[in-house]
Every structure is written in structure tokens, then in C-alpha cells.
């Protein structure tokens, strides 16, 4: 079955850092790109960031620009995203997302892990 | 990135068919063909519908349908049923490298 699983969540303070986590299975990791899609509470999905196979091309919104950073272990078949400087405004359900081989579309969903930003 | 127009809501009736309007700009849906759409029951992660615009991938039923045209792109429910009701998003890719989704769409069956 193919799965995507996230972990790291949790509550972070304003300019504080968190690391979430997202293992893969069921599929070849190493050959997909990769997504972070992320949901604040009762709004809408906004794309976060990707990354290639190699992890060598990697874009992000412009919202997360300089403060997110993606990354991927094809060796463990897990996808990151080390976050920094956050904000109550990244208080979100982030969600990893693998697309459609080859297409530019997203075909399966983790569950979501929640970050919560407060002071 | 702006996000992509939807109306906030769309009603029908059982066995009827609505369509959910997505609109852009020339820098997104009107310059390319990788529009998808996604439905999103509560609390759960969203389901991947429609890409390509046009495409269903396997497994999703045929009352759902994509079209496009210039900047907006539109999924139509046909025979609407009553695990029809969720939330809808639409997508695109866009000249910045990027993915911008739309403001989301409630559809009620009444």
C-alpha cells in the first residue's frame, strides 16, 4: 500500500524552529518529486514547497522563501521540511504530498501533521 | 501568487449537475494544460479528482468531468449524490515555478 506518514508537529514560539518528518512506502521514493501542501485551521490548501528525485532542483512560495528549507533521504525514503523564523501565520496541518509520476498534479496524501505557532 | 477564484458555494439536488468555476490568470491556468482538481471530505485529506484538466485517474467515477477555457477552468458534478457534499479545489501550475491552489468551494446537496 502506498503510504505517506508525517511526524514533527507540534507547538512552536513565534521565531522558534520545528523539523517535520515525512516517511514513505509502498513505492519507489527515490523516483517521484516530492511536496509540502499545508491547511490552516477552517482556510484553504496552499502549496508550500517541492524537490526533485536528487534533491538538487527545490522551489517554495514566497511566503516560506528564506525561512523553509526542503530536503529528502532517498536512503530512508523520507521527505523534510526544516522550518525557522516561524510565525502564528504558518499555524497550519502540513501535509506531504507525492504527485502523479510525471504530471503535475497531487495523487497521494499523508494524513497531516499540525504545527501550531503561539506564544 | 494569489490564490485562484472559486465561489465559496455551490448547491444542487440529487441528481443534478453543478459546476465549480476555478479562475486565474495568464500566468497559470491560461498558460497551461496541468489544471487539477481535489475533493476534501471534513477532516480528512483531500482526494485527487481531476488533472490534465481534463484526465480522471483511475477509480474516480465519471460523473466528474474537467473543461477549461482562457483563465478558468470548471469541474462538473453530473448526477450529483449525497457524497457529493464536500469541499473542492482546484489547482495549477504557474509560470513562477510554482503551484497556486483556488479559495476552496463547499458543495451541499440538498
Known amino acids: 500500500e502506498v503510504q505517506l506518514v508525517e511526524s514533527g508537529g507540534g507547538l512552536a514560539r513565534p521565531g522558534g524552529s520545528l523539523r517535520l518528518s515525512c516517511s514513505a512506502s509502498g513505492f519507489t521514493f527515490s523516483t517521484y518529486w516530492m511536496h509540502w501542501v499545508r491547511q490552516a485551521p477552517g482556510e484553504g490548501l496552499v502549496w508550500v514547497s517541492r524537490i526533485n528525485t536528487d534533491g538538487v532542483y527545490i522551489n517554495y512560495a514566497d511566503s516560506v522563501k528564506g525561512r523553509f528549507t526542503i530536503s529528502r533521504d532517498n536512503a530512508k525514503n523520507t521527505l523534510y521540511l526544516q522550518m525557522n523564523g516561524l510565525r502564528a501565520e504558518d499555524t497550519a496541518l502540513y501535509y506531504c504530498?507525492?504527485?502523479?509520476?510525471?504530471?503535475?498534479?497531487?495523487?497521494?496524501w499523508g494524513q497531516g501533521t499540525m504545527v501550531t505557532v503561539s506564544s | 501568487q494569489s490564490a485562484l477564484t472559486q465561489p465559496a458555494s455551490v448547491s444542487g439536488s440529487p441528481g443534478q449537475s453543478i459546476t465549480i468555476s476555478c479562475t486565474g490568470t495568464s500566468s497559470d491556468i491560461g498558460a497551461y494544460k496541468y489544471v487539477s482538481w481535489y475533493q476534501q471530505h471534513p477532516g480528512k485529506a483531500p482526494k485527487f479528482m481531476i488533472y490534465?484538466?481534463?484526465s480522471r485517474p483511475s477509480g474516480i467515477s465519471n460523473r466528474f468531468s474537467g473543461s477549461k477555457s482562457g483563465n478558468t477552468a470548471s469541474l462538473t458534478i453530473s448526477g450529483l449524490q449525497a457524497e457529493d457534499e464536500a469541499d473542492y479545489y482546484c489547482?495549477?501550475?504557474?509560470?513562477?515555478?510554482?503551484?497556486?491552489f483556488g479559495t476552496g468551494t463547499k458543495v451541499t446537496v440538498l
Open positions: 489547482t495549477s501550475f504557474t509560470s513562477s515555478d510554482s503551484y497556486v
Open positions: 504530498v507525492r504527485p502523479l509520476h510525471g504530471e503535475y498534479a497531487f495523487d497521494i
Open positions: 490534465d484538466v481534463t
